[in-house]
């Protein structure tokens, strides 16, 4: 019998994140993820998959890696160099992301664990440098901990 797209994602948290955990308790996650898991259930662009995704975020918050989740927007392969990058905990944030952009947070939050470990933010790209800075680490410390990483059994 096919598994609904929650069952699913609960299912590969508990087949790939439980054997990381295992095997590498101290590894920091950074997981991909979509914009449409903070629009919620009734969205218009809402589809199963969202839901998995939603399901895979809730495991790895509540397991013992360190982690960050990122979530990006619409995606274009096109990085045009006067769009920055930037970082979202509106779970309504909209937009367009680069491929560069992505890889440019993940990489900001595999460097520095120290200010991205415990956040979930929308990654989307803005052609107007003026509106904050373009500097990741420091828009990664202006964001709040998710309520879940401060109840991480590290944390306890």
């Given at each position: 019998q096919p598994l609904d797209a929650e069952e699913?994602?609960?299912?590969?948290?508990?087949?790939?994140?439980?054997?990381?955990?295992?095997?590498?308790?101290?590894?920091?996650?950074?997981?991909?993820?979509?914009?449409?898991?903070?629009?919620?259930?009734?969205h218009k662009n809402a589809k199963p998959a969202t839901w998995a995704l939603r399901a895979l975020e809730s495991h790895l918050r509540g397991g013992r890696n360190p982690w960050t989740i990122l979530r990006a927007t619409w995606l274009s392969q096109?990085?045009?160099?006067?769009?920055?990058?930037?970082?979202?905990?509106?779970p309504f944030t909209d937009g367009l992301s680069s491929t560069e952009s992505i890889a440019d947070a993940v990489v900001t939050s595999i460097e520095h664990p120290d200010v991205s470990t415990g956040r979930t933010a929308s990654v989307f790209s803005?052609?107007?440098p003026?509106?904050?800075?373009?500097?990741?680490?420091?828009?990664?410390?202006?964001?709040?901990?998710?309520?879940?990483?401060?109840?991480?059994p590290a944390a306890l």
């Amino acid at each position: 019998q096919p598994l609904d797209a929650e069952e699913s994602g609960r299912l590969i948290g508990h087949r790939l994140l439980d054997r990381i955990s295992e095997r590498r308790p101290d590894l920091h996650v950074v997981l991909i993820s979509h914009f449409l898991v903070g629009h919620g259930v009734t969205h218009k662009n809402a589809k199963p998959a969202t839901w998995a995704l939603r399901a895979l975020e809730s495991h790895l918050r509540g397991g013992r890696n360190p982690w960050t989740i990122l979530r990006a927007t619409w995606l274009s392969q096109i990085h045009d160099g006067s769009y920055q990058t930037r970082l979202s905990q509106d779970p309504f944030t909209d937009g367009l992301s680069s491929t560069e952009s992505i890889a440019d947070a993940v990489v900001t939050s595999i460097e520095h664990p120290d200010v991205s470990t415990g956040r979930t933010a929308s990654v989307f790209s803005l052609s107007i440098p003026e509106t904050g800075t373009t500097d990741l680490v420091a828009q990664f410390a202006s964001l709040r901990r998710d309520y879940e990483a401060d109840l991480a059994p590290a944390a306890l």
